[in-house]
């Protein structure tokens, strides 16, 4: 067999190997990332949805319906899960998902307000003010935003789906 055919041949084993390296490699970091994006949902859900319940609950408070130790009692009994989600949000969004980040912050920029106004509650139920009816117009317009955010955020991560699930799509912005 002359020399040039061999070179050929090993030359060709050389490149399909490395082409079928390259494209595991890809297989499974479009897999992993998938996975990334199914836990970064499901802790964005989780999470929203006990911030939800935590600001109504205070909701209720305002307008009467329960007293501020019965909200106490409820975030303690409720709120054990919360900073696990909220950690496994950050992390995936800071490590994975960078784009992410922009709609991340408008979701804490969102909570800031929440509690914010939830301070203030306090600090007047405290002072004998229990009547919170005055500030249940904020608290709606932030529990509107919360919902419209949280939209905002699951259509982010969809459409980085739709970019992890493109084949050949460049993933590592």
Known sequence: MPSSLIAIILTSSVVAGFVSFVLNMYKEERLLRRQKLEALYLHTSNWIR?????GLNYGFAMQGKLTLNQVYDMTIKNGHDEKNNFENMNILVGVYFPRLQGVLDE??????SLVALIKIFEQRYKNGET???????????IMDRLDDIEKKFK????QEAALVNRPWAKLWH
């Open 50 to 54: 006990s911030l939800g319940g935590f």
């Open 107 to 112: 979701l804490m920029k969102c909570r800031e």
């Open 131 to 141: 009547n919170g009816s005055v500030l249940l117009p904020e608290f709606k317009e």
């Open 155 to 158: 259509n982010a991560i969809f």
